[in-house]
């Protein structure tokens, strides 16, 4: 028997959740109702391109969520980063280092209004 066969949803606590849906809806484009958001991904152009979720328990003392004091970090996949970081850039969102591209794939990070890091991830084309 399977147990575990992917990520069902990130859920977190807000302190208004109703603006933090606008912030995510305005900068991210998650569109949200009063029980959250579905989001359906895939890559319809090329049907090779794997889709997955990580998970992955960091070190209590990891500084890879910091500037955030948040116990936890969110992930995004996205399609086109370099763009979507030069349009958050206009909208005023302060990018939190520098975009890395390696194996991986390509990774930038951002904080909403709430102290939450997040991260945001390109796959690499294969």
Same mark, same amino acid.
């Given at each position: ?15 208004? +959740? ?7 809806? =305005? ?22 391109? !794997? ?5 992955? !328990? &960091? ?7 910091? +500037? ?7 992930? &995004? ?15 005023? =969102? ?5 975009? =890395? ?8 990070? =951002?904080?909403? !209004? ?8 390109? +796959? !690499?084309?294969?």
């Amino acid at each position: 028997m399977k147990r575990v066969t992917g990520l069902g949803g990130i859920f977190f606590k807000a302190n208004n +959740p109703e603006k933090i849906r606008e912030w995510y809806k =305005i900068h991210l484009g998650i569109e949200s109702e009063s029980w959250g958001a579905q989001l359906n991904w895939g890559d319809e152009t090329n049907s090779k391109q !794997p889709g997955y979720n990580v998970w992955n !328990p &960091f070190k209590a003392d990891t500084t890879y969520f910091e +500037p955030s004091d948040k116990q936890f970090m969110i992930n &995004f996949r996205v399609e086109n980063l370099k763009e979507l970081v030069s349009l958050l850039k206009n909208e005023g =969102i302060e990018i939190i280092g520098e975009m =890395i591209e390696d194996d991986f794939g390509t990774f930038a990070w =951002i904080i909403d !209004p709430e102290g939450n890091k997040l991260e945001l991830w390109e +796959p !690499p084309k294969i």
